[in-house]
């Protein structure tokens, strides 16, 4: 290898092994092509727009796979799209491609398909997580927790596995393993137990921040949306919540739902007055689900130039 290529391929060994959480976060939900199944890896020009808004800069700095199916990844599945328990097109080249150009790579355990998946795969937290980390480590990316139970049955075992997941990777901003984030509801009236335990992870430094997920339905306005995202900075006493620090907090807007910031982006549209909500709140950042192919009904998004434009004013001014 001649030496000039020798000192960049060293140059990106060491980006990726010291990939760190940023302090901003405008993030993507990506699906894949098949309806958040991964089976298959979608081709890597499928992800070219999240690589460069148009300014030759990254359309997003956090990109999260999903779902990992619990289950699988304890039992360690082979088979039907699936390879010792991950998602067969959840490769290290779909990874590379995103770290390259410096964007955190994280991976979803869960969703609301995968419910029973996840309480059964809690019998066993503590190989759960080992076999969660050993994913993390040979992919070089974060865990997000998406556990949708809205019951309290299995919350303990939940925490064991956070606990054991940071016993064998610390939260010590030692590249992308070390990121672990948990998803909650919209506002602390649904998924209330989580919202309780993940109250707990991030004051522990367990957790290093949290979603509020996107509700059923497109926000109408800001109003409509921000009265929830509210309700985990202010905390919840009737659920003994305490308040959650803003830059802890990750809110969401729907990507694939037609809405038209998926097209186009102006300051006085949903994503320009959520990004004013986020700057005035101090809050950690915003996601948006979901590009690719979300499950049905939803149309697939193969490029969102609205979320690329509006990368520019939340990230880059």
């Known amino acids: 290898m001649q030496p000039a290529k020798a000192f960049c391929t060293l140059l990106l060994l060491l980006s990726l092994a010291n990939a760190q959480l940023p302090n901003k976060i405008y993030s993507v939900w990506h699906c894949g092509v098949d309806s958040c199944m991964w089976a298959t890896s979608p081709p890597l020009s499928d992800f070219q727009w999240i690589l460069n808004n148009g300014n030759g800069k990254p359309s997003a700095n956090v990109v999260t796979l999903a779902f990992v199916n619990p289950l699988d990844l304890l039992q360690q599945t ?11 097109g959840m490769t290290t080249e779909v990874v590379n491609y995103f770290t390259s150009a410096g964007i955190t790579v994280l991976v979803s355990i869960g969703g609301a398909n995968y419910v029973t998946e996840w309480n059964e795969a809690l019998a ?11 994913m993390a480590k040979q992919l070089n990316v974060g865990i997000e927790i998406d556990y949708e139970d809205d019951g ?11 606990t054991a997941y940071r016993n064998i990777i610390p939260n010590d901003g030692n590249g992308a393993p070390s990121i672990l984030t948990v998803d909650l509801g919209s506002g602390t009236g649904y998924l209330t137990g989580i919202s309780q335990a993940a109250s707990q992870w991030l004051s522990n430094n367990q957790v290093n921040y949290a979603n509020a997920m996107v ?4 926000w109408g306005s800001l109003s409509a949306a921000s009265q929830f995202w509210q309700q985990h900075l ?25 809405s038209t910031y998926c097209d186009s982006y102006t300051q006085g549209d949903m994503l320009g007055q959520t990004i004013g909500w986020v700057n005035q709140q101090g809050s950690r950042g915003i996601s948006f689900w979901a590009v690719g192919c979300p499950m049905s009904p939803y149309n697939c998004d193969m490029q969102c130039n609205g979320i690329a434009q509006g990368s520019v004013p939340f990230l880059y001014n």
């Open 124 to 134: 066993n937290p503590q190989q759960l997580a080992q076999n969660a980390a050993n």
């Open 152 to 162: 309290y049955s299995y919350l303990n075992s939940l925490s064991e596995f956070v």
């Open 234 to 258: 202010t905390g919840a006493s009737w659920a003994n919540i305490g308040p959650m620090p803003p830059n802890q907090l990750v809110v969401s807007l729907y990507a694939d739902d037609g």
């Open 78 to 88: 082979n088979g039907n799209g699936v390879t010792n328990g991950v998602p067969s």
């Open 215 to 218: 509700s059923s339905a497109p």
